[in-house]
């Protein structure tokens, strides 16, 4: 089985209100939907999980026989979809010490998007931002084309799991960080204006 549901992974870099492409001027490319979703170098599990899947895929693609190979190679030459987050530590936040999955969903399917109670939240949800922790849905596919040979991840489903420190940026200030204000006096001299 090539899906995996990554638990409790921090959201960045989301794409989930209006599919883009990823080189707005390139007219020709497909717009999308995207995320990339990060998880510690300590979750054994998960990185296992999702190299499985990856195997499962190339399987798929190109028998089991050259699976194995084939993502050993995918992998040391970057064209994979889950990545070694060390790789960008230097220019991003919550990067080090991580993985990084780079999932991407078409216009046509986009991702469910969910609330802590599997409700549906609407396509403009503030709820879901760069930095918060969320649960994920992935699907690891095999591409073998034009392009070239990949291993790629289509985002399937986003839920909500809880906030996080904001990436790229501090939050917006809470009501308790400003005064209660007097009321204005607006007896106001019209000769002021004039």
Same mark, same amino acid.
């Given at each position: 089985?090539? =899906?995996?549901?990554?638990? !409790?992974?921090?959201?960045?870099?989301? $794409?989930?209100?209006?599919?883009?492409?990823?080189?707005?001027? !390139?007219?020709?490319?497909?717009?999308?939907?995207?995320?990339?979703?990060?998880?510690?170098?300590?979750?054994? *599990? #998960?990185?296992?999980?999702?190299?499985?899947?990856?195997?499962?895929?190339?399987?798929?693609?190109?028998? /089991?026989?050259?699976?194995? &190979?084939?993502? =050993?190679?995918?992998?040391?030459?970057?064209? $994979?979809?889950?990545? /070694?987050?060390?790789?960008?530590?230097?220019?991003?936040?919550?990067?080090?010490? *991580?993985?990084?999955?780079?999932?991407?969903? =078409?216009?046509?399917?986009?991702?469910?998007?969910?609330?802590?109670?599997?409700?549906?939240?609407?396509? /403009?949800?503030? =709820?879901?931002?760069?930095?918060?922790?969320? !649960?994920?849905? $992935?699907?690891?596919? &095999?591409?073998?084309?034009?392009?070239?040979?990949?291993? !790629?991840?289509? #985002?399937?489903?986003?839920?909500?799991?809880?906030?996080?420190?904001?990436?790229?940026?501090?939050?917006? &200030?809470?009501?308790?960080?400003?005064?209660?204000?007097?009321?204005?006096?607006? /007896?106001?001299?019209?000769? &002021?204006?004039?």
């Amino acid at each position: 089985m090539s =899906k995996v549901m990554l638990k !409790n992974v921090r959201l960045a870099f989301p $794409v989930l209100k209006t599919a883009e492409r990823f080189d707005p001027s !390139n007219l020709k490319q497909d717009p999308r939907y995207s995320a990339t979703l990060i998880f510690s170098k300590d979750n054994k *599990a #998960l990185f296992k999980e999702c190299q499985d899947a990856m195997l499962a895929a190339a399987a798929a693609k190109w028998g /089991d026989a050259k699976a194995a &190979a084939a993502v =050993k190679t995918l992998m040391a030459g970057l064209k $994979v979809a889950l990545q /070694d987050g060390d790789l960008k530590a230097d220019k991003y936040d919550g990067f080090e010490n *991580a993985w990084a999955i780079s999932a991407h969903a =078409k216009e046509s399917t986009p991702p469910r998007l969910l609330d802590r109670d599997k409700q549906e939240l609407p396509r /403009d949800t503030s =709820k879901l931002y760069a930095g918060c922790y969320v !649960n994920a849905s $992935v699907e690891f596919w &095999a591409q073998d084309n034009q392009f070239g040979k990949r291993i !790629n991840a289509q #985002l399937r489903g986003v839920q909500f799991a809880s906030d996080g420190d904001a990436f790229g940026g501090s939050s917006s &200030a809470s009501a308790d960080e400003f005064d209660t204000l007097e009321p204005v006096d607006m /007896d106001i001299d019209d000769e &002021a204006f004039v």
